[in-house]
């Protein structure tokens, strides 16, 4: 109702200031145009009016007898008093005749016509005015023989706000009328809305009670009601929808949070607890609750604000008992305040896993260290006893455990070297060396090798190579296992080529050979320990399956890239690559 009230008066306001606007403008041009068209310098009054007649002695009253002969067209009437005209001294501005003797006696110079009329030393017409001046004047200096008058035109707008009066009365009775037929209509109007509303008001209320079962019933227009009232059953509808799953989910998520193996406890910011499920009891053997707090259970392996203060989350390690268990800290929802996740993980099988996977490489280096002294020995007891053993025996036992002494003496250094990098232990020895000369020098250390197998052994090297910073024996290991392996793989007679260079801030050396390669099914597994693409042929040239883990281990230190690189044509290729100023915690 107040909307259609401010309505009705907006409406009427511009209306009315419209009309009494136009009104004024109307009268406004009116008067202007009529006095151009009486005080045209083609009209005989104008004619009249600076031409003197014989005989004459009062030019002032001639010019005043000449213009009420043109009341008419000028609109003065004697009777209406409306509108007056003036005949002025053009020099000092005095009162000399007019339809208004008293008013020609206290006429307002202030008019910005008249003023200009007074200062002006020519014939002309003044005549400019407003809408919002009071009055409506012309000021119309001329020459009459040898004598200046001004004539001045004043209309006081009796008429115009006589007939603007009238409208606003009209106006307002128009407003009072629309002000009553819209109070009737908004009632009306009001009662065909609110009775809807209503009802969706009600059922908005059942939804907010979780109640979706009852639905609005439909509407038979086509108006914004109808169209919410179909909206609202519709959302009441996918609600229930949305919700039933979201139980669904939830009842998914409860099965799954009871019944997983790690724990997972649940705090709110204040400490106290929220979630907590049978595993992460279980775990830290104790019973949750309630009352169980934070600061009783995680306190004192870090507190409650500083995990809230974490960006990410705190791992922490815990004995529980004979379990090993490691706690994942992490905030949540933290515009809400939110609170602390901890989830638990029963690490004692990894832990005593790895304690073994230790334990056996240890046992194992030592327990072979035993039987390579005693072959050692024995073969050292065949030597001095040659005379008495057939020289082809003796040689043949000779050949084999030397060859069986060599071997197990590599899988001890191969499986200490992988202890040591388990363990942390391993340090690198950092130093600055020419890149190019151990490329060099590796390719004379395998080329008498390479020969016994027939192998061209090719040297591609970019000039000036830089000096690196790396372990020189570590990656001199690492060299000469892909070249060893390069020379051990490819058939007898092939082509085997060693490459080095450089790029921004690294160096590269490459071993291509044409022999027999990997499948391709099995290139991802080469670095793993103990692996072997063809374990009789591993066997039968000597492999173990930790030299390439080993490499790979000693380039991670490294910070550098150790990859197999494609290529169309049969064997292998194998890239190393390394930072020139070594690894950044070096």
Not at 97 to 106: I, M, P
Not at 219 to 230: C, G, W
Request: proline share 2%.
């Amino acid at each position: 109702m107040m909307i259609m009230v401010l309505l009705i008066l907006s409406l009427m306001a511009v209306v009315g200031a419209f009309l009494i606007n136009s009104v004024l403008s109307f009268y406004l041009n009116e008067f202007y145009g009529q006095m151009a068209e009486v005080f045209n310098d083609n009209t005989q009054l104008y004619h009249d009016l600076h031409n003197e007649v014989e005989g004459e002695t009062d030019g002032a009253q001639q010019i005043c007898d000449v213009l009420w002969l043109y009341s008419g067209d000028l609109g003065v009437n004697r009777s209406r008093g409306d509108r007056s005209f003036y005949i002025l001294d053009g020099m000092t501005g005095n009162f000399l005749a007019g339809s208004d003797e008293e008013g020609g006696k206290t006429l307002n110079y202030s008019s910005v016509n008249l003023l200009n009329a007074l200062q002006s030393n020519e014939i002309a017409v003044y005549g400019e005015g407003n809408v919002a001046a009071q009055s409506m004047d012309l000021a119309i200096r001329i020459s009459r023989g040898d004598n200046w008058y001004i004539i001045y035109i004043l209309d006081n707008k009796a008429t115009v706000n006589s007939l603007t009066e009238e409208i606003l009365i009209l106006v307002m009775q128009a407003l009072l009328f629309g002000l009553l037929i819209s109070i009737l209509l908004s009632f009306l109007l009001s009662k065909t809305m609110v009775t809807p509303l209503q009802g969706l008001t009600e059922s908005a209320r059942r939804v907010a009670r979780g109640d979706f079962s009852q639905k609005l019933p439909a509407i038979s227009s086509k108006d914004e009601i109808a169209v919410l009232t179909d909206t609202f059953n519709d959302m009441a509808g996918q609600l229930q929808d949305t919700i039933r799953q979201v139980e669904n989910e939830r009842n998914k998520l409860g099965t799954l949070f009871l019944h997983m193996t790690d724990g997972v406890v649940a705090f709110s910011w204040e400490g106290t607890l929220i979630h907590s499920n049978p595993a992460a009891e279980k775990m830290l053997q104790r019973k949750l609750g309630a009352e169980s707090r934070y600061e009783e259970l995680f306190g004192e392996m870090v507190t409650l604000d500083d995990v809230l203060q974490e960006p990410d989350y705190l791992a922490r390690d815990v004995q529980v008992g004979s379990r090993d268990l490691n706690m994942l800290l992490a905030p949540f929802d933290r515009q809400r305040q939110g609170g602390v996740l901890v989830v638990v993980h029963d690490v004692t099988e990894q832990r005593r896993n790895e304690a073994m996977h230790r334990e056996f490489v240890a046992n194992v280096s030592h327990e072979l260290r035993t039987p390579l002294t005693n072959i050692r020995s024995y073969a050292e007891t065949l030597v001095e006893d040659a005379d008495n053993i057939a020289p082809a025996i003796e040689k043949k036992f000779l050949n084999v455990i030397l060859s069986e002494s060599d071997r197990m003496t590599n899988i001890v250094q191969d499986l200490l070297t992988l202890s040591r990098f388990d363990s942390g232990y391993a340090d690198l020895a950092l130093t600055r060396f020419s890149f190019g000369k151990s490329v060099n020098d590796l390719y004379q250390a395998v080329y008498m090798e390479a020969q016994r197998h027939n192998h061209t052994l090719k040297l591609e090297l970019e000039p000036n190579l830089p000096g690196i910073v790396a372990d020189k024996d570590r990656i001199f290991q690492v060299m000469m296992n892909v070249v060893s392996n390069a020379i051990k793989y490819t058939p007898d007679g092939g082509c085997i080529t060693l490459r080095a260079g450089q790029r921004a801030g690294w160096v590269w050396f490459e071993v291509d050979d044409n022999g027999i390669g990997i499948p391709m099914q099995d290139r991802e597994h080469i670095f793993d320990r103990f692996y072997r693409v063809d374990k009789a042929r591993s066997r039968q040239s000597g492999g173990t399956g930790l030299g390439l883990s080993i490499a790979k281990e000693i380039v991670n230190r490294h910070e550098g890239v150790l990859t197999l690189r494609d290529k169309e044509e049969p064997g292998l290729a194998i890239r190393l690559e390394l930072k020139l100023e070594g690894p950044n915690d070096g």
